[in-house]
């Protein structure tokens, strides 16, 4: 059959609102800080578990490739068809419904194509709290957070997207469906299937729906912004959080000066918290259902009394919480407009994190004097997003030999190049530095055993036919 008419099977199983072909097809072939672009033979909108298992059918039985896609806020490239793999996108924008909220069971029940918003603000109607969270909350979907195991800010008290999924619906490559969308909190029976689809980025099936879990929401949330006069001595503020905070500890956040002064000059609603500038400043999250003032307030004072904080503020009011939170999330738009740069999603273990950023810092200056490096986010899991911007007019080569140089430093503290973004495309090949070859073979092995004829998202993850030495 030719690839005219397969299509065409495609488009008439999906029926006149189940496609976008053409010019209609540019919002999914490009990412948000348009770094990777792509070509695609069709977007399939499927509307139903029904469809896409059909669809999935139907490919199988074509050798149709598809890619799928939910909220396209990935930024690694995993959702945008690559040209040399003629692909179907498959977007789930149109399975976008909540299912169900259960208070009692502290668990919601959405479709994959469901927008992590919609969840948060069902979750705070019955006063319960949906965790994930991060600056792409309007426009990324459940399915999207599970498939790459996003983090986000409220990592550090309520664990990684991994930790809120109770069960999963997934449509396997070969169209079979599997209900595994249980919400038991205890299920010893055997292999725990769903954490392969969990970062699975889209390679072992099509997640349709997803039981997630809730937390009691917190009558009491505060954050404190403060400046930092001394960044080596950033680990004991952290300890010191911890230990004054305790558990009502959530978010602790790094922010260096020169973006915090990007953010403000690029949305005039800002404002500057405080007015002591500073290098580097950190936002500290607390949350409980005591009042958790006076925590922040003694926390305050003893960082100020030892040195670690030269000046800072407490958010008084909902519209201040908000000003904190949307000068961080302003953050990597802002960079993306400083011009070219190399980006790396970072995690190391805590305690190294500074002398890392150290050894980040002076290897980019020894590779080329003059660099700039910027270094901001979850300080409290260890996980740093680094740009550095190499001098106007670097060639390729200058840049490649950046990349793999600060890759070194990240794999010499035992870190990860990916650390809450995923693989996709952008790192499918570095990550072979990274992990051993039984890793890359295990993983091979599992993506062959779900997807033997090679469908879902190719050149995504992981090669599975890796070449041998
Ligand atoms: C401004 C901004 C801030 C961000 N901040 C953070 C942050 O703090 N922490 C963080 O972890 N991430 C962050 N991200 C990255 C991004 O939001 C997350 O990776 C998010 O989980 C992607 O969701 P999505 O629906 O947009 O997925 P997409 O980008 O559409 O897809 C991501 C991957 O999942 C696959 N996929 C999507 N849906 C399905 C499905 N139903 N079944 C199977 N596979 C699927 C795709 O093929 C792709 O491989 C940020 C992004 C932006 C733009």
Known sequence: ???????????????????????????????????????????????????????????????LKIVPQGGNTGLCGGAIPRAEEPSIVLSMKRMNRLLSIDPVCYAVTAEAGCIMQTIHEAAAGVNRLFAPDWGARGTATVGGAISTNAGGINVLRYGNTREQVLGLEVVLPDGRVWDGLRSLRKDSSGYDLKHLFIGGEGT????????????????????????????????????????????????????????????????????????????WYVLIRASGNADITARLEELFATAFDQGLLSDAALAQSAAQEDNLWTIRDEIPAGMVLQGKMLKWDASVPI??????????????????????????????????????FPRPGTDAAGFAAMESAIDRVIWSYRGSICAEHGVGQLNYTRILGQKPAIELEMMAKIRKLFDPQGILNPGKLVDPAPKQD
């Open 1 to 63: 059959m030719s690839l005219i008419a397969a299509i065409d099977d495609v488009k008439s199983l999906l029926g006149p609102r189940g496609w976008l072909a053409g010019e209609d097809m540019a919002p999914h072939l490009t990412d948000f800080f348009r770094r990777t672009d792509g070509t695609a033979m069709l977007v399939a909108r499927p509307d139903g578990v029904e469809e896409i298992s059909e669809l999935l059918r139907l490919c199988a039985r074509l050798g």
């Open 351 to 388: 305690d190294r994190i500074i002398p890392f950023l150290r050894d980040v810092e002076a290897t980019a200056d020894s590779i080329q004097s003059g660099t700039a490096t910027y270094a901001f986010g979850h300080i409290g899991d260890g996980n740093l997003h680094l740009s550095i």
């Open 204 to 279: 072992l099936g099509i997640i349709t729906k997803a039981v997630m879990r809730l937390h009691p929401r917190p009558s009491h949330v505060q954050t404190l912004f403060g400046a930092v006069p001394d960044l080596d001595r950033l680990m004991e503020l952290f300890v010191e959080a911890r230990n004054i905070l305790a558990e009502s500890l959530s978010a602790f956040e790094l922010i260096p000066g020169s973006t915090f002064e990007m953010a403000l000059a690029q949305n005039a609603t800002l404002r500057r918290p405080i007015e002591t500038k500073q290098d």
